[in-house]
């Protein structure tokens, strides 16, 4: 059965239009950027076969356009759209963040950071620099490599606050692992981080874990 013989209320862009995008599966809204199935599957058939060949959205979209070009179904117009989503939905989001407004929304931060930091395959370590408004001044990737105190240098993190003027700042780093949850390096570091800073009168505003689903706010979970 074709997508257009579906009731009006099961098909994506239907849906979508009366419901909102959040209404939507991950494979509805992989379909709509597909278009089309292949021989005997619709896209949304195609949608969800491919997200269960990759273990998710994050196992899909993480991979190059060059190795999106590759993947059965796809090829390279349709990978070539599917890049150019993400890559537009960043910077959606970093414009939202320095068209010069105050931060009021710590989710936005969180948001940015994981699409930057996401589909990196190894750790890093980066700082949204925050004016006394709460303005960003800057985003930085900081540090890569494993989270350890031989790492992250709290010297270099107060050097380019005072560089930059900064008031405050957040921090992000990802867990290539998937694993969005704090580790006890991670809560070390942040500590150190945060007296350091403080001798320069700058605020620590939060510390963002990043890996499968939501980012993981320190703040939110009080380990600051």
Known sequence: ?????????????????ARGSGALSDAELLALFLGSGGRGQTAVDLARRL????????????RPAAELARCAGLGPARACVLASAL?????????????????GDPTQAGDYLAR???????????????????????????????LDGAEVHP????????????????????????????????RAVTARLKQSLALVDVRVLDHFIV?????????????L
């Open 87 to 103: 890559e537009l939905g960043t910077r959606h989001l970093g414009q939202r963040l320095e068209r010069g407004d105050a931060l």
């Open 116 to 146: 930057k930091l996401r589909p990196l395959p190894y750790e890093v370590f980066a700082c949204l620099f925050l004016d006394t408004r709460h303005r960003v001044i800057a985003y930085e990737e900081l540090f890569r490599g494993t």
């Open 211 to 223: 890996g499968d689903g939501p980012p993981v706010s320190m703040a939110q979970r009080g380990l």
């Open 1 to 17: 059965m074709h997508i257009r013989d579906w009731p009006a209320t099961e098909r994506p862009r239907e849906k979508l239009l």
């Open 155 to 186: 010297r270099e993190v107060a050097r380019r606050c005072l560089a930059l003027n900064a008031a405050a700042v957040i921090f992000g780093h990802n867990h290539p692992s998937g694993s969005p949850e704090a580790s006890a390096a991670d």
């Open 51 to 62: 997200l269960a060949d990759h273990g998710g959205l994050r196992g899909l979209l993480d």
